[in-house]
């Protein structure tokens, strides 16, 4: 793949990742700690970032550094949660290290009730904090 292909690729899936996550140019750049310039070079697939940053992104994310520099296996509208909201949720309480267990959920949970479950967990949480 030639280094315009992969950057256009990389744009591809870290605008996903952005919408999925509910999250601005502005506000990722700043979470990584580079410009917004420098972001919107990446996000328009005019340049490809170095590997510390496609990991800082991962990392931002809660996903694999393949996820941002490889060809989707499947379009990303096939993801696991039909939902785009309830996916956006999701990815929310994914990053979050204390309700990683709701990822037992169904894929076909509506948004409402994703959440409904996390603040349940929460407050479990929060009346016994050792368990």
């Known amino acids: 793949m030639s280094n315009e292909e992969q950057a256009r690729v990389f744009a591809s899936n870290l605008n996903y990742y952005l919408d999925l996550n509910g999250m601005t140019q502005i506000e990722a750049a700043e979470k990584i700690g580079v410009s917004q310039q420098r972001f919107n070079t990446w996000a328009q697939g005019k340049a490809y970032p170095r590997m510390d940053m496609i990991q800082k992104l991962a990392d931002l994310f809660g996903i694999q550094k393949s996820n941002l520099i490889d060809v989707p296996q499947n379009v990303h509208d096939n993801e696991y949660y039909l939902d785009p909201e309830t996916a956006r949720?999701?990815?929310?309480?994914?990053?979050?290290k204390d309700l990683c267990i709701l990822f037992d959920?169904?894929?076909g949970s509506r948004p409402e009730d994703l959440q409904m479950a996390a603040d349940l967990l929460k407050r479990l949480k929060e009346?016994?904090?050792d368990g």
């Open 105 to 107: 959920a169904a894929r």
């Open 127 to 129: 009346t016994n904090p």
């Open 89 to 96: 949720r999701a990815q929310e309480i994914f990053t979050d």
